[in-house]
């Protein structure tokens, strides 16, 4: 016989409602305590399932097939002809350095370029290790130790005193910079008149202070720059102009471009940029330039057959043809004769004086003469006798009143390249002779006015790069290396 106790109503009621209440508390400490444990564990496992996307920047082609990226407030084009690659073979990746910026590479692979830096050229030596302080060092970690010297502000203002620059010097041409950034033009060039050469002007100067396309202030500035000079030779199978090709000047335009694309390339290269078609235009452009050369050795207006050689034009091409050798895209034999016909027009034409003109009559414009010296400098011929005449020249005639046509700035962008590569005494009283006036003639908003110079620059876009030129050549070259 079995006993049960009988629970009255009320208490079968409160033992209900007790176990509703516990098995409702059972459910939410069960989903708290799940909770728990995903956030414990995700506090160590998060970290290495996140990765870090990049930020990237367009480069859009104007075709029917186009990949679209997210643009960082910017969106350049680069024009194609109508026979070449169709643009959806390039892509878009991130530079092996630490960058926020990413620009397009297409299939094929261009080769390493074979630098020849440290001889006295466009490049110095004694570079730093890249500081990303935002004044050229940004993202620069993975770049040669031979390519360094414009990257570290602390290496290159190093350079800039023990060349006889001053912190002024430096300040001179961060405004410039600034200056350049605020009157670039929608489409990446610069001013109305001339923009290709004008455009290769500005990107020498960013490129001299290390403004590459990964540069924090001034990355989307020269990327713009690039390819807007790639759009002109796209356009005109490498020529590198907006002037039609029966204009006498568009060689003028030409070189410029070339110089400051072929500097684009190198440093592009050796920072894993690659733009579409700036290996393309660069080697166009280049193969332009020696085709162009005149039989005596020269390059007259629009590249004209036949003989002689306007020097205002050559020194241009000279220039140009150093920076395409550092590109590597070319075999290094196939400048041989090329400067060597070059430099034996040079000396052909300098005057007994050690003077360089216009073209064979040494009077005419003889303050072209640091072009000269920069030829021979450039191409190894630095302690030769051309050079060290030339250079006896500047010192004995170089002036610099500013206002006057003593400080014709066209003349000394070559003088001021020509003397730091000669080094020695003649070096430190030329820098002592420009240096503070050019200084002091900067505008407050960072440009050079030098109107009503007969020769001079025919801008003051024209005259405000050669200006900064000027103060970047303390570390843009190496000291005493023509000097004995």
Not at 341 to 347: F, N, S, V
Not at 410 to 425: D, E, L, T
Not at 456 to 470: D, E, I, Q, R, Y
Request: glycine fraction near 12%.
């Amino acid at each position: 016989m079995s006993i049960h106790a009988q629970l009255s109503p009320e208490a079968l009621a409160r033992l209900q409602q007790q176990r509703r209440n516990s098995t409702i508390s059972s459910f939410v400490v069960s989903i708290l305590s799940v909770v728990l444990v995903a956030l414990i564990l995700g506090i160590f496992l998060l970290p290495n399932i996140v990765k870090e996307t990049p930020v990237i920047v367009t480069y859009a082609s104007n075709v029917s097939e186009e990949t679209e990226v997210q643009v960082k407030k910017v969106s350049t084009n680069t024009l194609r002809k109508p026979s070449s690659p169709s643009s959806s073979m390039a892509k878009v990746i991130a530079a092996n350095t630490q960058s926020p910026t990413a620009v397009p590479v297409p299939d094929h692979v261009t080769n390493a370029p074979s630098l020849d830096f440290g001889d006295g050229d466009d490049f110095g030596s004694g570079w730093g290790d890249g500081d990303g302080d935002g004044g050229g060092g940004g993202g620069f970690g993975g770049i040669p130790a031979t390519m360094k010297a414009r990257c570290s502000k602390a290496d290159r203002m190093a350079r800039l005193l023990a060349e006889g620059g001053t912190p002024e010097c430096e300040d001179a041409v961060i405004k410039c910079l600034n200056w350049l950034q605020k009157t670039q033009n929608p489409d990446g060039s610069w001013t109305g008149d001339h923009p290709v050469a004008m455009t290769g002007l500005a990107l020498l100067v960013y490129l001299g202070h290390c403004e590459t396309p990964q540069s924090p202030e001034y990355g989307e500035t020269v990327l713009k720059a690039i390819t807007y000079l790639i759009d002109v030779g796209m356009k005109n199978d490498g020529r590198l102009s907006n002037k039609d090709a029966t204009s006498i000047q568009w060689v003028y335009d030409h070189g410029i471009a070339t110089y400051a694309l072929a500097e684009s390339y190198t440093f592009c290269n050796q920072l894993k940029i690659t733009i579409p078609n700036l290996d393309t235009v660069t080697k166009q452009a280049g193969d332009m330039i020696m085709q162009g050369q005149t039989d005596d050795g020269g390059w007259v207006y629009k590249f004209a057959s036949g003989g002689g050689g306007d020097n205002s034009v050559g020194f241009w091409q000279i220039q140009a043809l150093k920076a395409c050798k550092h590109t590597g895209l070319w075999p290094t034999s196939k400048f041989s004769k090329t400067i060597r016909d070059a430099l034996g027009w040079l000396e052909k034409v300098q005057g007994k004086d050690g003077s360089i003109g216009y073209r064979n009559n040494s009077a005419q414009s003889p303050g072209l003469t640091g072009g000269g010296v920069l030829a021979f400098q450039m191409w190894d011929k630095g302690s030769s006798s051309e050079a060290r005449k030339g250079v006896k020249w500047i010192k004995e005639n170089a002036e610099f009143d500013w206002g006057m046509e003593s400080s014709n700035l066209y003349y000394h962008y070559y003088h001021a390249q020509a003397m730091i590569n000669h080094g020695s005494s003649e070096w430190d009283n030329y820098n002592k002779l420009f240096r503070d006036k050019l200084v002091k003639a900067q505008s407050p908003d960072g440009s050079w006015n030098q109107g009503g110079i007969k020769h001079g620059p025919v801008n003051l876009h024209m005259s405000t790069c050669l200006a900064a030129l000027m103060l970047e050549v303390y570390y843009r070259f190496l000291p005493g290396t023509g000097g004995k």
